[in-house]
């Protein structure tokens, strides 16, 4: 398993910017799925970014498609989540989330991901 810990969170004005990042205790091997997710209040947790470094492959929620940009350092073992063009509906607690294997990662579902960290809270208004 790997410890996931989130940092970078906060409040932004619409338009701005904030980046996430996500530090992994171990080393984030190429073959996990890592992804980002998004909690807002009274709603199910929602995948909207998600990553797949042997493959170099990426995934996004339409929400978040061409605004926010998932990538993972691997010499410092951590994900990251630049978001730019934030939006009041961008409001939420964001959540890193791991699993090993490309099954389902561009999914996205929260069922599979085995590993959490404890969430950032993003406000935008």
């Known amino acids: 398993h790997v410890q996931l810990v989130e940092s970078g969170g906060g409040s932004a004005q619409a338009g701005g910017s904030l980046r996430l990042s996500c530090a992994a205790s171990g080393y984030i091997y190429s073959s996990y799925c890592m992804a980002w997710f998004r909690q807002a209040p009274g709603q199910e947790r929602e995948g909207i970014a998600a990553?797949?470094?042997?493959?170099?492959?990426?995934y996004y929620a339409t929400s978040v498609k061409g605004r926010f940009t998932i990538s993972v350092e691997a010499a410092h073992n951590t994900l990251y989540l630049q978001m730019n063009s934030l939006k009041a509906e961008d409001t939420g607690m964001y959540y890193c989330?791991?699993?090993?294997?490309?099954?389902?990662?561009?999914?996205?579902?929260?069922?599979?991901?085995?590993?959490w960290g404890q969430g950032t809270q993003v406000t935008v208004s």
């Open positions: 989330a791991a699993k090993t294997g490309i099954g389902e990662c561009g999914t996205m579902g929260a069922g599979p991901f085995n590993d």
């Open positions: 990553i797949y470094a042997a493959f170099g492959s990426t």
